[in-house]
């Protein structure tokens, strides 16, 4: 049996403060190529999150410990959906192709994700144009309020 224990979350946690990105993930599968990637992701909240999609799989988030706040958007970067993980909402799937983006709420704030492998980074094609060049204080700024109908200026 695999498990996550509480301990291990917060030493994950632990290690996501000490990254330059701010984060730090404990995988479940084996092997990068597993056909399904299941995996703890601890985020600090001013790590980079830039708006993306995975044209080959659904993902589906749920939080281990604290909060995030999860945007779907449509072609255009507007807000079509808005979820509070941790909060009011207890798991979110987004289709394969979504825009999305997340933004951890907490300090020692982890996620967990299941998606379609094998694992590929994002390309460049997958990181929405509205979204690229932008800060992470700037773009996490903007997630905290953003509402449904809203664009990014």
Do not use: C
């Not at 020692?108 to 994002?122: L, M, R």
């Amino acid at each position: 049996m695999k498990k996550l224990t509480s301990a291990d979350l917060a030493a994950l946690a632990g290690q996501a403060q000490q990254s330059p990105r701010l984060r730090a993930n404990a995988n479940l599968h084996a092997e990068l190529s597993d056909p399904i990637q299941r995996l703890a992701i601890a985020m600090e909240p001013d790590t980079l999150i830039l708006p993306h999609r995975h044209p080959h799989t659904w993902e589906v988030l749920t939080a281990l410990r604290g909060r995030f706040t999860v945007l779907v958007f449509d072609e255009a970067g507007r807000v079509a959906e808005r979820a509070e993980l941790g909060a009011d909402t207890g798991v979110v799937e987004i289709p394969a192709g979504g825009w999305h983006a997340v933004l951890s709420r907490d300090t020692g704030a982890v996620i967990f994700e299941v998606k379609h492998g094998p694992y590929a980074p994002i390309g460049e094609a997958d990181v929405a144009a509205w979204g690229k060049g932008r800060t992470a204080a700037e773009l996490n700024a903007w997630y905290a309020v953003a509402q449904l109908g809203d664009t990014l200026a």
